[in-house]
T-cell receptor, first 113, second 112 residues
Framework: GAGVSQTPSNKVTEKGKYVELRCDPI?????LYWYRQSLGQGPEFLIY????????DSGLPNDRFFAVRPEGSVSTLKIQRTERGDSAVYLC???????????FGPGTRLTVT | GEDVEQSLFLSVREGDSSVINCTYT??????LYWYKQEPGAGLQLLTY?????DMKQDQRLTVLLNKKDKHLSLRIADTQTGDSAIYFC????????????FGTGTRLLVSP
């Protein structure tokens, strides 16, 4: 079956602009996660959704970052007033309710110039 | 992931066994994971082990967990050039939702 998909695969934006990154989880997966991977590092947790609600957003770095999942499926990560330090690969993962097995998408590479 | 540590690099010859090591500090970890990342790709879940187990085998992969020393290893038997990638160790804390904390990754290079 189809895996987790993310669009766009690459996004280049200017400092100060607003961006939206989209994640389409595996069908039937109720849990959805966003992680951020900086160059040479492992992924770092940002936010977790169970259904439509954000159950844990403790990893969001500041209030410029926001994520939604209005219908409990597709999620959008929104970044306002982008900064060069936001440049990274943003990874989305999904899992069944049990959460033991998270399956990752290919990521969106965000470059802020 | 400052509390999950891995060596940065490992080089082996094709056909040899590879052993990738990981240490962690949080003893409350419930599940421990190994993910593989190939260039330009997302992470592929390889295997995971529950913290009350000390070994898990899955085809060419063997995971060993020493809970006392907080040490996890991944052994790949008969390593192939297609195994060249970055391998991430991660720990999960909760019994339900797993908020994964990753190490910095070990780059495995397999030469013919």
């Amino acid at each position: 079956g189809a895996g987790v998909s993310q669009t766009p695969s690459n996004k280049v934006t200017e400092k100060g602009k607003y961006v939206e990154l989209r994640c389409d989880p595996i069908s039937g997966h109720t849990a959805l996660y966003w992680y951020r991977q900086s160059l040479g590092q492992g992924p770092e947790f940002l936010i977790y959704f169970q259904g439509t609600g954000a159950a844990d957003d403790s990893g969001l770095p500041n209030d410029r970052f926001f994520a939604v999942r209005p219908e409990g499926s597709v999620s959008t990560l929104k970044i306002q007033r982008t900064e060069r330090g936001d440049s990274a690969v943003y990874l989305c993962a999904s899992s069944l309710t049990s959460g033991r097995e998270q399956y990752f998408g290919p990521g969106t590479r965000l470059t802020v110039t | 992931g400052e509390d999950v540590e891995q060596s940065l690099f490992l080089s082996v010859r094709e056909g040899d066994s590879s052993v990738i090591n990981c240490t962690y500090t949080d003893s409350s970890s419930t599940y421990l994971y190994w993910y593989k990342q190939e260039p330009g790709a997302g992470l592929q879940l390889l295997t995971y082990i529950f913290s009350n187990m000390d070994m898990k085998q899955d085809q060419r992969l063997t995971v060993l967990l020493n809970k006392k020393d907080k040490h996890l290893s991944l052994r790949i038997a008969d390593t192939q050039t297609g195994d060249s990638a970055i391998y991430f160790c991660a720990r999960g804390k909760n019994t339900g939702f797993q908020k994964l904390v990753f190490g910095t990754g070990t780059r495995l290079l397999v030469s013919p």
